[in-house]
């Protein structure tokens, strides 16, 4: 593979780009490396509700612009975006025909992190740890230019894809790793870290999202008072617990009713609603539009759509 001395030079974005996006003009798809998706769109897009996993976003061209609370963000070729707990957020689009979208989502395991941090657990970056948003911005640095681009231009290659892609994706990273957000996503691996202790309370939600889930039984699978839980969730999330279900609930729906060809009841039934028209007015409120819009809005905002919870039960 050749490597480029400009991060996102326009052919490795465009290649990428043709060789996933089959004319459509806005997409998501499967890169065939584990834990790697592509993202990319031709036209720019108003703010819409989305829910990333926990991982790194890295844009190679074009702009996300994110809201949370009272934040706003922005992450781009200049800043990827370290998640370290999944948060439902609004984000807008900056893209054109003369220059899309395109970027990558990177999983990051327990398993990719189990293999590095022994190599590095010495170094400053890992050691650190820094209270912050479970949502933030990093600046991107060489060493995250050069391993991301390394691993766009694999996606047009497909025996280098095949031969280095796994390793590719490691060293994205581990770049990251090295970052300022290094020790945060280190300590995915410890219970005792910043946003670890809620992870019963996220893990109780996700397998069961029907369930009529109280505030006292999430803070007592986290080992917390209820008002130390709705502080800590707060800090971590710019929502409340409650928030977080609700959005969490309408995200899957919606996808059931884009993907799955659920109708709008059963959907709304699955993710926990006993009533079907509170589910459509709640929906209508987040997603500014009705739920049976969900399968055509699918097909415009694919991104938006992006499933990290693809191992949910539903009760």
Request: include cysteine; charge should be neutral.
């Amino acid at each position: 593979m050749t490597i480029h001395q400009h991060f996102a030079p326009e052919d490795a974005v465009l290649s990428a780009i043709a060789a996933h996006a089959e004319a459509q003009p806005a997409g998501l798809a499967a890169t065939g490396i584990p834990g790697v998706r592509l993202f990319w769109a031709h036209a720019p897009g108003a703010a819409s509700p989305l829910l990333y996993d926990r991982g790194i976003v890295v844009i190679f061209q074009g702009r996300k612009i994110g809201f949370l609370g009272d934040r706003r963000f922005v992450y781009d070729r200049d800043n990827y975006l370290a998640l370290t707990m999944p948060v439902p957020f609004a984000c807008a689009t900056e893209a054109s025909m003369r220059e899309p979208l395109c970027g990558l989502f990177l999983d990051v395991s327990r398993e990719d992190l189990a293999m590095i941090l022994p190599l590095i657990e010495d170094e400053p970056s890992v050691q650190a740890r820094r209270a912050s948003s479970a949502v933030t911005p990093v600046p991107c640095d060489e060493p995250m230019r050069s391993a991301s681009l390394r691993l766009l231009e694999s996606l047009t290659d497909p025996v280098a894809k095949r031969l280095f892609g796994e390793s590719l994706r490691r060293e994205v990273i581990l770049a990251a790793l090295r970052g300022p957000m290094g020790g945060a996503l280190a300590g995915l691996m410890e219970r005792q870290s910043d946003d670890r202790p809620l992870d019963p309370a996220i893990d109780l939600m996700r397998t069961n999202l029907a369930a009529p889930h109280r505030i006292e039984d999430l803070a007592e699978a986290c080992g917390m008072s209820v008002s130390a839980f709705h502080r800590a969730f707060r800090a971590r999330t710019d929502q409340t617990p409650l928030q977080y279900l609700k959005r969490l609930r309408l995200h899957v729906a919606r996808r059931m009713i884009a993907f799955e060809n659920v109708q709008v009841s059963i959907a709304a039934h699955r993710v926990g609603y006993e009533s079907a028209s509170q589910f459509s007015r709640e929906y209508k409120r987040l997603f500014r539009e009705v739920p049976a819009a969900a399968r055509h809005r699918a097909v415009v905002d694919p991104v938006a759509y992006a499933d990290p919870y693809q191992d949910t039960v539903m009760a």
